[in-house]
């Protein structure tokens, strides 16, 4: 089948075939491509008069034009949107809290010193018989105590994240290439 001038194709090539560009958001003269300038214009750039750009599909996804149910027109013809990267900061991590749970135990014989080895030994036994993953040694038998959130240190939950992080579902890169010319020049309905 022959391609229309105009038709996108995601091609597994090093290259672009003749008679296609890969979609890198170059600019083009109307003059020498009238027939895809016709079709796309200006629309990904360029100034329309000495310039026109191809669709720059690197690094982005691509996504169907319109509007789903109960939606606003968030995915106009045309329209670049999103981020590669999104830095997180306290106003845009949900508002949550951990807390840290201490099992306090009484002291026995083997343990009325707590030493390393002894103390240990105790958060092995604790662990397994409660189900805690923090357990700390107490001298005095008592209810599970909540640590002070300076023990555990300042997190990303309270100031956010300095820099941005991947944002990206996995993704397998090929070359998306736009016929440019010597295709079927499509047929308005």
Known sequence: MDPFIGEIRLLPYTFSPQDWYPCDGRLLAPQIYQALFSLIGNRFGGDGKTSFALPNLSNQAVLGAGQGAGLAN??????????????????????HAHTFQG???????????????????????????????????????????????????????????????????????????????????????
């Open 74 to 95: 968030v995915y106009a013809f045309g329209k670049k949107t999103g981020a590669s990267g999104v830095t997180l900061t306290a106003a845009t991590v949900p508002s």
């Open 103 to 189: 099992l306090a135990v009484t002291p026995s014989a083997a343990t009325a010193t707590p030493t390393p080895q002894a103390t240990a030994q105790l958060t092995r036994a604790t662990v397994v018989a409660t189900n805690k993953l923090t357990q700390l040694y107490s001298t005095a038998a008592a209810a599970d105590a909540t640590l002070h959130p300076a023990v555990i240190g300042p997190g990303p939950t309270s100031q956010g994240i300095a820099a941005p992080h991947e944002n990206r579902q996995p993704f397998l890169a090929l070359r998306f290439c736009i016929c440019v010319q010597n295709g079927i020049y499509p047929v308005r309905p």
